[in-house]
């Protein structure tokens, strides 16, 4: 299973390109809503959460995402259960990926040091700790962090390949007609 975490202001792209491709790669996603289940993105989206955070059960868990956009990563942040989940995900090795600004949540926590990562260029000196990769979509031990918005089909595919395979990522790179 894995969490999407949605909190007011978040990058609808971020947030529904990897749950889009994780559904279609056959993965069990729930999108959880920080505070409500109706949650309004930074470009006025208002979707409609599975559920809310504080419901989340850590049983069968595979991996956490964490969108970026704003205010919603400084939301993501300044709660209490995805910051527990975070946590929970640090010390038991679980996948966790971020995009955009929200590997900036990552590196406040000290969870980038000794590892490679990436986010939006403003929000690079964040990654307290970390070495800063010219990739665009960056795998460093159990954490996944991608640039932003336009990498965000990327950073869905790299999640289907680490949860699935890579075959079926290639698959979903000739459906979706998605070219580097």
Same mark, same amino acid.
């Given at each position: 299973?894995?969490?999407?975490?949605?909190?007011?202001?978040?990058?609808?792209? !971020?947030?529904? +390109?990897? $749950? /889009?491709?994780?559904? &279609?790669? *056959? %993965?069990?996603?729930?999108?959880?809503?920080?505070?409500?289940?109706?949650?309004?993105?930074?470009?006025?989206?208002?979707?409609?959460?599975?559920?809310?955070?504080?419901?989340?059960?850590?049983?069968?868990?595979?991996?956490?995402?964490?969108?970026?956009?704003?205010?919603?990563?400084?939301?993501?942040?300044?709660?209490? !259960?995805?910051? +527990?989940? $975070? /946590?929970?995900?640090? &010390?038991? *090795? %679980?996948?966790?990926?971020?995009?955009?600004?929200?590997?900036?949540?990552?590196?406040?926590?000290?969870?980038?040091?000794?590892?490679?990562?990436?986010?939006?260029?403003?929000?690079?000196?964040?990654?307290?700790?970390?070495?800063?990769?010219?990739?665009?979509?960056?795998?460093?031990?159990?954490?996944?962090?991608?640039?932003?918005?336009?990498?965000?089909?990327?950073?869905?595919? &790299?999640?289907?390949?680490?949860?699935?395979?890579?075959?079926?990522?290639?698959?979903?790179?000739?459906?979706?007609?998605?070219?580097?």
């Amino acid at each position: 299973m894995v969490y999407v975490f949605l909190a007011e202001g978040f990058e609808e792209v !971020e947030a529904l +390109a990897p $749950v /889009d491709l994780l559904r &279609r790669a *056959g %993965v069990n996603v729930i999108t959880a809503g920080v505070g409500s289940k109706q949650v309004t993105g930074s470009h006025g989206i208002t979707i409609e959460a599975d559920t809310v955070a504080q419901n989340l059960d850590i049983q069968g868990l595979e991996a956490i995402v964490l969108p970026g956009g704003l205010p919603g990563t400084l939301n993501l942040e300044a709660s209490q !259960e995805v910051s +527990a989940m $975070v /946590d929970h995900c640090a &010390r038991q *090795g %679980v996948l966790i990926a971020a995009i955009c600004a929200a590997p900036s949540i990552l590196g406040h926590k000290g969870l980038l040091k000794g590892k490679e990562a990436t986010a939006a260029p403003s929000f690079q000196k964040e990654l307290e700790g970390a070495a800063l990769s010219d990739d665009y979509v960056c795998l460093s031990g159990n954490i996944l962090t991608g640039r932003g918005m336009g990498v965000a089909t990327q950073f869905g595919l &790299r999640l289907v390949e680490l949860l699935v395979s890579r075959e079926k990522a290639q698959e979903l790179e000739n459906a979706i007609q998605w070219k580097k």
